[in-house]
């Protein structure tokens, strides 16, 4: 499997280390691009990388990675097309599959991956053009599966997964934030903190996860009638929390819009 990549930042770096720690296939060769040659020092160790700052070096891959900022990334495509690659993978927010296709002119597969994934614990949904095979469905799902879940979707559902997975971390992070704030306001150390939040937010994900009961149903097992849970709700609702996640997923979605 020959793999190329263009733009090794922050999550191109993230799906080069997970594919190197799990390789998926045994005879994977990465053909990484960046601008900055200083990047290759990173994969010094791994044989089967070769570093380049040209894209023509990409040239005879069975399937390339984009991720590039949006911005940088309509030049990137009209160079791609000169390559004819057998089908391109883009995980650059706003950039739809009809452009993909347009600007680089092969079969092309979106992608929204999210940060989690730098632990293998991410969360990616693809979308593909028509003309993608299943046989690279299944090398681009492949791919994904090494950073975390797969979820395949229909592209008019981008905005709201860009708004959703892509942009949740950040708000996850946020209340995470918040709630350690809150507690050492009264007199918990940080690190305790930190550590009975960040628990609370793992487990209890895991048991909406693996119980299968609706959210609502697990929120009552925790609120007694006059209880401390049920106070503390009661100021969530007076100020709006549920409202406040809401708009904020709809400004989210329709920032998403407009990028496209
Ligand atoms: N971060 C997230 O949570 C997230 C989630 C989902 C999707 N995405 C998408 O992922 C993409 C990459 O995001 P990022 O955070 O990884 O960005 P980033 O850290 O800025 O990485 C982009 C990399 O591409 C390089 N580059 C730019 N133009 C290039 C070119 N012509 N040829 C080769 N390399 C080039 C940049 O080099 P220089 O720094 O030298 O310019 C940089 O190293 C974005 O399109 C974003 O929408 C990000």
Redesign the pocket.
């Known amino acids: 499997m020959r793999l190329g990549m263009?733009?090794?930042?922050?999550?191109?770096?993230a799906i080069a280390r997970r594919l190197l720690e799990k390789p998926p296939w045994d005879d994977l060769q990465l053909y990484l691009?960046?601008?900055?040659i200083s990047?290759a020092d990173r994969y010094h160790d791994y044989p089967n990388v070769y570093f380049n700052?040209d894209?023509s070096a990409l040239t005879g891959c069975d399937l390339i990675i984009l991720?590039?900022?949006?911005q940088?990334?309509i030049?990137?495509l009209q160079?791609l097309a000169k390559l004819a690659v057998p089908a391109i993978i883009s995980?650059?927010?706003?950039i739809t599959l009809e452009e993909l296709v347009k600007f680089s002119n092969t079969a092309a597969i979106r992608v929204?991956?999210?940060?989690p994934s730098l632990i293998g614990e991410g969360i990616s949904v693809l979308t593909y053009s028509a003309d993608v095979s299943a046989y690279q469905k299944e090398q681009a799902k492949t791919i994904f599966m090494t950073l975390g879940e797969v979820v395949e979707l229909e592209e008019k559902f981008f905005s709201v997964v860009t708004a959703l997975s892509?942009a949740g971390?950040a708000y996850v992070y946020l209340m995470i934030e918040a709630l350690i704030d809150a507690a050492c306001a009264h007199g918990l150390s940080r690190d305790v903190a930190k550590q009975l939040v960040v628990s609370t937010f793992i487990g209890s994900a895991k048991l909406v996860e693996q119980s299968q009961l609706h959210p609502a149903i697990l929120k009552d097992q925790v609120t007694s009638p006059g209880g401390v849970t049920i106070s503390a709700l009661h100021v969530m609702e007076q100020r709006g929390l549920r409202g406040i996640l809401w708009d904020a997923v709809s400004q989210g979605v329709a920032k998403a819009n407009d990028l496209k």
């Open positions: 263009i733009g090794v930042g922050a999550m191109g770096q691009c960046d601008l900055d990047k700052t894209i991720a590039v900022k949006p940088g990334a030049p990137v160079e995980i650059v927010a706003g929204m991956p999210n940060t892509g971390p």
